[in-house]
């Protein structure tokens, strides 16, 4: 059934207390998101209605200010809860299995039992840790995501992807190990976005403009397929000079959009043909290439590098669309909308510094997504909808790349 942008989504309604709240339906193992300004201080009740358990292991990003912090325990404390705190610095290198180690004999050494919580409370790389420590300490315990960043919220918080980077001899491998467990609550607490520093903001944005880019190849299928673009575009501004709720309204949406893709292929297994939750990956096996080279950063100044998860998921987004373009896929006109909406997030859609195609390609061979050997791509087939595209010829994925190549 095809939807239009205008209708309320199916998977979200709105509580008592005014929070959005888009249920995640996946049989026995369903939960709900909640979206609202001011979450964090009700931390405390609402893991009490989700969990049975009453000793909390919070892990929290070290950026945090102390008064989020302080909110949240003292929620919990309020509630009933015991609480241990820990804290991360969040970076790609500080994302492995050391961290995780260390996380898990902290928990040990707190007589954490099999019903208590562990609550990430921070961005994508504690969600991520605190995550898979949560999954696979006592063979699983109950996750709360308490998402910080408008990228954590609208992406990473919400699916149950766990999981840490592994260190190889050609560099960092993201994500290589981890497991699919869904947390049993998620609280995304817009209040904070207030204090996000602008790129973080404008990297969050770029998820966004992804969902948006996928809209109509969902299962919730919306019609126009280019509509939630055309929504997402007009209010870009808006939310960039700080309008909340033009904000929420926007993590709301695309977390439903997430939430409905996540519900019909949990553990990304459907076939290429379907698309399924790959489809989420649009722009990423290109933007993994680059995440991970050190010295790439968005303004070619060093000390902005590196690129920024979303940095580069933007700049993805438009190899993927030059990629398409090239294997006919795509109309040129599209390739440009999607340029200038990447502008419009206040994104770079070039970038100085990028090594040889060759050794692009060969980055591109090690992401997770290379199946039997194969490259599977997600590229876009018209504004709002993308299909897999399995080993797509390799002067197509060069003029992907020559897409955002500048010189210097
Ligand atoms: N970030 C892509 C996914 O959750 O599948």
Redesign the pocket.
Known sequence: MKRHMGEPFPNVRTDDAGHDVVRVELAERSYDVLIGDGLLSEVGPLTAEAVSGRRAFVVMDEHLPEHVMHTVLNSLESAGFGTTLTVVHPTEANKTLDTVDRLLHEIAETAHERRDPVIALGGGIVGDIAGFAGAVYRRGVPVIQCPTTLLSMV??SV?G?TGANLMSRTGLRKNLVGAFWQPSLVLADTGVLESLPERHLRSGLAECLKHALIAGSTPLALDPADAMFRWTNEILLKVRMGDAELLRRLVSRSVALKAAVVAGDER?EAPSSEGG?AI??LGHTFAHAIETIPHLSPDGRSESSPLHHGEAVALGLVCAGACAVHLGLLDEESLRRIRVAVERLGLESHLIGLPPDEELIDRMRHDKKVLSGRLRLVLPTAIGEAVVVEDPVRESIFAGWKAIRAGR
């Open positions: 992406d990473a699916g992807k990304e939750r989420l990956n």
